[in-house]
């Protein structure tokens, strides 16, 4: 079975930058979209991104274009999502999702990694 | 992109049937077939139930589905079971490429 395995809690400060990790334990990496997905405390899910492992193509949602940068590594099967900028809007729980590209739609998820923004 | 419209609550007893509703527009769950419902229970990470608006992951019951009519997606669940009381989201791909999510609806079972 897929499973992906996120990086731990971070704390930031405002305007910092924070950089989270998803590995994906499978033979298929670059068979799938990697997406990111913000849910703000008590709040729904909203989707910030995606990368294609594969050619390392990229899409970002409108509100975090500028501040986003979604990375693949094939060499360890990881997918990075980095947020600059930060702000205490910010401050959520970022979960990585898995899209193959025979689906479109996310099938498995990470457990999510909380980043809170805080002087 | 503007997020899909979902109602804010729904609620049920046990063994009723209710239905989600999710809204958008034809640059999302109107122009395309890739409206997808996830399950969130608190403190969970999303599970999908059903993808492509009607199709069912393997493991899914058979008490959830799905329907579209225009520019409005639904989830029916019917049966209702107090596991069933959870977070619930629709997702729409979109013309940009993008994927555009629902504000959510809150399914309490009396």
């Known amino acids: 079975e897929v499973q992906l395995e996120q990086s731990g809690t971070e704390v930031r400060k405002p305007g910092t930058t924070v950089k989270i990790s998803c590995k994906v334990s499978?033979?298929?990496?670059?068979?799938?979209?990697m997406h990111w997905v913000q849910q703000a405390p008590g709040k729904g899910l909203e989707w910030m991104g995606l990368v294609d492992p594969e050619d390392g193509d990229t899409l970002y949602a409108e509100r975090f274009q500028g501040r986003v940068s979604i990375t693949a590594d094939t060499s360890t099967d990881t997918v990075y999502m980095a947020l600059s900028d930060l702000r205490s809007g910010d401050t959520a729980i970022y979960f990585c999702?898995?899209?193959?590209?025979?689906?479109?739609?996310?099938?498995?998820w990470g457990q999510g990694t909380l980043v809170t923004v805080s002087s | 992109q503007s997020a899909l419209t979902q109602p804010a609550s729904v609620s049920g007893s046990p063994g009723q049937s209710i239905t989600i509703s999710c809204t958008g527009t034809s640059s999302d769950v109107g122009g395309y077939n890739s409206v997808s419902w996830y399950q969130q229970h608190p403190a969970k990470a999303p599970k999908l139930l059903l993808f492509d608006v009607s199709n069912r992951p393997s493991g899914v019951s058979d008490r959830f589905s799905g329907s579209k009519s225009g520019n409005t997606a639904s989830l029916t669940i019917s049966g209702l079971q107090a596991d069933d009381e959870a977070h619930y989201y629709c997702?729409?791909?979109?013309?940009?490429?993008?994927?555009?999510f629902g504000g959510g609806t809150k399914l309490t079972v009396l």
């Open positions: 499978t033979s298929t990496f670059s068979d799938a979209y």
């Open positions: 999702a898995r899209a193959p590209k025979t689906l479109g739609t996310f099938d498995y």
């Open positions: 997702t729409s791909y979109t013309t940009s490429r993008t994927r555009v």
